[in-house]
Structures are given as structure tokens and as C-alpha cells.
T-cell receptor
């Protein structure tokens, strides 16, 4: 089983749609959880951290379920500029600051 | 946010040559930097953890003699791909760890695209 698994995608949605990404992780000892965004041929950039209580940043909402080892990201009112690959990232598997990346889910928002 | 630079941003070289990639933290000191590799349509894979003033820690399957890491100062880590071959062609990304009073964050460099002919 892969350490971090994500929906393979790509997700093709129209502008204004709501889209949800799912992610599962295998190591129950994981400490921190993040969603990163990666544009084509660019470095990943932190979108948001994920907490058990859930957190929201504008149109983006992230949730963590430790019991199920499941992480989600919800994007509301999709914009063209949201088109990117979304990476689920887990930390703490092999050392506090070591990050383990999922393969990513590509989102394509069309007009 | 903090800034991390990488140089060069892209490089094309002949098989058998060595390539050095620099990673710099521009506005903070980083005792720890990380080197990742990403093949097309794949996830970022951690290659090694670079610690200032000590030897790097390599992930399983990464040859330390092929991927030489030097972290001689708190703002600079270098990765040298020795005797590069076409299968080493990839996107190499570094990150620098910034420790503040209540946060532990990695900031990524823009990446270096290596193509070995």
C-alpha cells in the first residue's frame, strides 16, 4: 500500500463548480497534514495545512479524519486559475519534518 | 513567505558529465534542506536530507556516491549528479526547513530540470 494515495484524476469541471479531492495515508503515526498545489513544471506551493477540526480558507476547505486516515479538500466556486495538480502531503512518518507526497490529482477548470 | 532559490533552473548535458545544482535560502538560515526528484506524472520523492555541517541522510535506493550532497553553510546546499545518464533526467527540487517559535515549515525552491542526452 502506498504511503499517501490520491484520486488519480484528472478532474474536469466547469467554472463555478464544487470539486472534492480525497486522500488516504497508511501510517497512523503521521503528525501533520497539508495540501499543496503544483502548477505545470513548477515547484509545489503550500495551499493549506489540515487539522482535525477542519479548516477553511476562502473557497477552500480541508478536513482530516485520523480514525479513517483520510484527508479531503473541497474547492467551491472553481476558478480557471484553480487549474493545477493538488498534492496531498503527510509529515511525521520518518522524522518530524519529512514530507511524503501523494501522486497528486490534476484539476482542469474550463470556461 | 521565505524565499528559496535554485540554480540552474534548467540544464542539458551529455551522458557521463557531472551536474551541480545549488539550493539557497535567501532570507533565513536553514540547518536542514531536502532534495526531491520528480519524474513526469509522478509524485515528489525525497532523495536525501541535507544537514549543515554533517553528512546527508539518503533515502533507500538513492546512491550516495552518485548524488553528492554538500551543505557547507546555513544558506547553501548543493546536489551533484555525478556521471549523469539519461535515466537521471528529472525535475530536482530542494526545500529548506525553517524553524520558528511555533512552526516548522519547508519552503521549496523553483526546481531544476535536468535533461541528460
Amino acid at each position: 500500500r502506498k504511503e499517501v494515495e490520491q484520486d488519480p484524476g484528472p478532474f474536469n469541471v466547469p467554472e463555478g463548480a464544487t470539486v472534492a479531492f480525497n486522500c488516504t495515508y497508511s501510517n497512523s503515526a503521521s503528525q501533520s497534514f497539508f495540501w499543496y498545489r503544483q502548477d505545470c513544471r513548477k515547484e509545489p506551493k503550500l495551499l493549506m495545512s489540515v487539522y482535525s477540526s477542519g479548516n477553511e480558507d476562502g473557497r477552500f476547505t480541508a478536513q482530516l479524519n485520523r480514525a479513517s486516515q483520510y484527508i479531503s479538500l473541497l474547492i467551491r466556486d472553481s476558478k480557471l486559475s484553480d487549474s493545477a495538480t493538488y498534492l496531498c502531503v503527510v509529515s511525521g512518518n520518518r522524522g518530524y519534518s519529512t514530507l511524503t507526497f501523494g501522486k497528486g490529482t490534476m484539476l482542469l477548470v474550463s470556461p | 513567505g521565505a524565499v528559496v532559490s535554485q540554480h540552474p533552473s534548467w540544464v542539458i548535458c551529455k551522458s557521463g558529465t557531472s551536474v551541480k545544482i545549488e539550493c539557497r535560502s535567501l532570507d533565513f538560515q536553514a540547518t536542514t534542506m531536502f532534495w526531491y526528484r520528480q519524474f513526469p506524472k509522478q509524485s515528489l520523492m525525497l532523495m536525501a536530507t541535507s544537514n549543515e555541517g554533517s553528512k546527508a541522510t539518503y533515502e533507500q535506493g538513492v546512491e550516495k556516491d552518485k548524488f553528492l550532497i554538500n551543505h557547507a553553510s546555513l544558506t547553501l546546499s548543493t546536489l551533484t549528479v555525478t556521471s549523469a545518464h539519461p535515466e537521471d533526467s528529472s525535475f530536482y527540487i530542494c526545500s529548506a526547513r525553517r524553524l520558528a517559535s511555533s512552526t516548522d515549515t519547508q519552503y521549496f525552491g523553483p526546481g531544476t530540470r535536468l535533461t541528460v542526452l
